[in-house]
């Protein structure tokens, strides 16, 4: 083994369409070429049309999901502040009043459709069987606008609430038209939606959106799929959209297995972990034995020369027991090594609370660590509904925390 008095266990060298003639005085209608379709070409939609036609809808989805969840919370803000001043007065007529002579206009029209709506049975919830229901976001605002005296011991500034509700006008006249939205667009609304939201007291549920921000179809449909929150191609592609900062800053708690940890190791200074344990986060590190067979089978199967791979372990390993000897506790940072065939990494951020997020790639035989897919997963015991319909706490951030610990136990400290 190299210098530097590194000193590891030994390594286990044992666990290895045709057409008819028309009559006369009657028109032919042109067929299509294929005889099984029943629409002629000139109505087909080709393979670009349809991903076009997706493209929009999914965005146009993401969008309206981003809409609804702002206009719910301010049409019950306003609600919150405006009805316990009109309602005791003007009791179920308390919208008309709010809205005054300025907003008799849009206000009457909303009363209208609520009529309509409940002569042909369109009022499917009692709950939305009253007038605020039926005001759009722009005139949500109006009436937030006219009485922000009444709003303003809640919000520190009108000001950032309209130049929000501005950014998503446009979003909102595309979508509820059905034109194209472009990312940059989508992406705009996406970040006033969650600063809006963030100024009108909508806090999410999860703790862990202060490391990684609650996307709005994640909260919706993120049963479908246990607790991924991200999933991208290569490393490279997750540092540019989650940097190594923000996986492991303000951790109180850090467990990470694998074969070089070269996320962590390589992408966070030995200063920014040294003050991460310092600030009182207990850190578990467990490696792939450098001197184990594991490796050996690990540099073949990579086609690396003969020792490249273990070296390389063994320096990401003394400079982690470098920080350990700065740590004033060095018995909260724990470096171990394992000797078993590696399944994958795992970087397992506050995994014991609520607000958990973990980073997981797989090993493939011919990919190297840094070019393999990575899942985001996010923790916290996150209701789960299996395809059979059960519902369970656990997902897979679960999963790989027992795996984690299931390892941790048969392995060997370093000293």
Known sequence: ?????????????????????????????ARPVDAGSQIGPEL????????????????????????NLVEQRLRAVVAAVLRPIYEPVHGDDWVVAAAGPAGQEWVQRAV???EVSRR?????????????????????????????????????????????????????????????????????AERASTRLLDILGADTE???????????????????????????????????????????????????????????VQNFSGRRLVRLAESGCRVRLLFLNPASSAVKRRERELGLKKGELSRSVEMNILHMRRVRSRLRDPGAFEIHVFDETPRFTAYLVDGD???????????????????????????????????????????????????????????RPVS
């Open 1 to 29: 083994m190299g210098s530097g008095g590194l000193e590891l266990p030994p390594g286990d060298e044992g666990r290895e369409g045709s057409s008819t003639d028309a009559p006369p005085s009657t028109v032919s209608l």
């Open 44 to 67: 087909d939609w080709g393979v670009d049309a349809w991903r076009e036609v997706r493209t929009r809808a999914q965005r146009a989805g993401r969008a309206y999901i981003w809409l």
């Open 112 to 114: 209208a459709v609520r």
């Open 120 to 188: 042909k049975g369109y009022l499917l919830d009692p709950a939305d069987d009253n007038v605020l229901s039926f005001l759009t976001l722009p005139q949500l605002r109006e009436l937030m606008v006219q009485h922000w005296p009444c709003f303003e011991p809640y919000f520190d500034d009108r000001r950032d609430v309209e130049l929000a509700l501005d950014e998503l006008e446009v979003t909102r006249n595309v979508v509820s038209r059905n034109r194209a939205l472009s990312e940059t667009v989508l992406a705009q």
């Open 206 to 264: 999860l703790p862990s959106s202060r490391r990684l921000p609650v996307d709005a179809v994640e909260d919706l449909v993120g049963d479908r799929y246990a607790d991924v929150v991200g999933v991208h191609p290569d490393r490279v592609r997750l540092l540019r959209q989650f940097p190594a900062e923000d996986i492991f800053g303000g951790a109180r708690r850090l467990d990470a297995a694998g074969i070089g940890l070269n996320l962590l």
């Open 353 to 411: 609370g609520s607000d958990g997020i973990a980073v997981i790639q797989s090993y493939l035989r011919r990919t190297r660590g840094m070019e393999a897919p990575v899942l985001v997963l996010r923790g916290g015991r996150r209701v789960v509904r299996s395809d059979d319909g059960d519902v369970g706490p656990e997902g897979l951030f679960e999963t790989y925390r027992e795996e984690f610990e299931s390892v941790w136990a048969d392995s």
